[in-house]
């Protein structure tokens, strides 16, 4: 059985739980490092009326050139109680030096994303390069999502969504504040 201490794969004798320096590569998204909760609004015409949600994204590096990608949320009631749990992703961005981003984005429900865009200042912008369903999982055709910085501790997120026969547009909205 591989112990973490004793079998030390590094030659610096790091730990193998210690958090090491980022790649070069992700310097257009180290703003993102981190975990972030907000509140969002969602709406498509496929579902009646708008909703509420939160949010909980966090971004982690393992020190080489991708960013680790997981995004949860919470459908919330009319006094912001959660109702229950809502949407769930994960995934890897892979920064490339012309601060293009390749990402893979999963979710439980059957959806497979490749997307692709560009990371410049404090934007981040990926739009659905192709989409894998398993044979059960809702029709999806494409997504963009865009993840603006406005300052160091806010972070914003749009989601456009073609999906079930409908055009892409807007989906859903949602300002977050970093954690400590």
Known sequence: MFDPVLDNPYPDSRRIDDVP???ELLAPVLGLLGTWHGRGQGEYPT???????????TFSHDGRPFLRY?????LL??????LRPSA????????????????LITQPTGIAELAVGHAGENTIDLSTDQVALTPTAKEV???RRRYTLTDEDTLTFVHD????????????????????
Not at 47 to 57: D, K, L, M, R, W
């Open 21 to 23: 320096a980022p790649h």
């Open 47 to 57: 579902i009646s009326g708008t909703f509420s949600y939160a949010q909980e994204v």
């Open 70 to 74: 997981e995004a949860r949320a919470w």
């Open 77 to 82: 009631g009319v006094d912001d109680t959660p």
């Open 88 to 103: 769930r992703e994960s995934g890897w961005w892979r920064l490339q030096r012309d601060g293009r981003v390749e990402a």
């Open 141 to 143: 055709n494409a997504t």
């Open 161 to 180: 969504l073609a999906a079930v026969g409908q055009p892409l547009q807007h989906h859903l909205s949602a300002r977050l504040r970093r954690t400590a």
